[in-house]
């Protein structure tokens, strides 16, 4: 004996609050998974900014017009990119409009030369970078000899970026 349930309707969609799916992609790799989500059914809907969630709808508004919307769900993936933690902003040092604190090439504060920063707390000046670990982990050798130099009161040089 089996027993037979009733076919389940999937409907799905994914918020997204930026005007292009996944900005940090390459445009043919975000092509490529464009064509898999709309093969599979799941309705992009970009720059919407979700700002809600409570008893199964998604609330928030358009980025452009400020229109409101209701996104009713049953289960819900949340998927967001990294935040600063919010003592940098008024820790006094750089932060980007993020609020990441703001190295120049050699990761070292652009107001306050004695501190050095890497990985996902940082944004560098003239540069986006992903937060991703393999950024954070490159990052680890300069960091080293950077803060060496600087405590031996050595000049960084363009050699050390
Ligand atoms: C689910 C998930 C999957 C990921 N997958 C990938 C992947 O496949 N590939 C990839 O490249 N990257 C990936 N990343 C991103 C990667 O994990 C980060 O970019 C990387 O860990 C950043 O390293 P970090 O050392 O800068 O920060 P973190 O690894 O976040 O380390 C920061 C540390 O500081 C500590 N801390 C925070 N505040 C304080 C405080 N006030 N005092 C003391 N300690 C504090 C935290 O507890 C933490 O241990 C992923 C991230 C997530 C969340």
């Known amino acids: 004996m089996c027993k037979i349930y009733p076919p389940?309707?999937?409907?799905s969609f994914?918020?997204?609050?930026?005007?292009?799916?996944s900005v940090g992609l390459?445009?043919?790799?975000?092509?490529?998974?464009?064509?898999?989500?709309r093969s599979r059914g799941v309705a992009l809907h970009t720059g919407i900014s979700v700002a809600t969630s409570a008893e199964g709808v998604l609330r928030g508004?358009?980025?452009v017009s400020g229109t409101p919307f209701e996104l009713p769900f049953d289960e819900c993936v949340w998927c967001?990119?990294?935040?600063?933690?919010q003592?940098?902003?008024?820790?006094g040092f750089d932060t980007d409009a993020g609020g990441f604190l703001k190295?120049?090439?050699?990761?070292?504060?652009?107001?306050s030369p004695d501190v050095f920063g890497g990985g996902d707390c940082i944004a560098i000046e003239g540069y986006h970078r992903p937060k991703a670990g393999v950024f954070a982990v490159m990052a680890g050798m300069p960091l080293a000899i950077n803060l060496r130099k600087r405590l031996e009161g050595?000049?960084?040089?363009?050699?050390?970026?």
């Open 80 to 85: 967001t990119q990294g935040a600063a933690q």
């Open 14 to 21: 994914l918020p997204c609050s930026s005007f292009v799916f």
């Open 103 to 111: 190295v120049n090439t050699h990761l070292q504060s652009t107001n």
């Open 154 to 161: 050595q000049k960084l040089t363009d050699e050390d970026r």
């Open 26 to 37: 390459a445009a043919q790799v975000r092509a490529i998974f464009e064509e898999k989500l």
């Open 87 to 91: 003592w940098m902003r008024a820790s």
């Open 8 to 11: 389940i309707i999937l409907t």
């Open 61 to 63: 508004t358009a980025a």
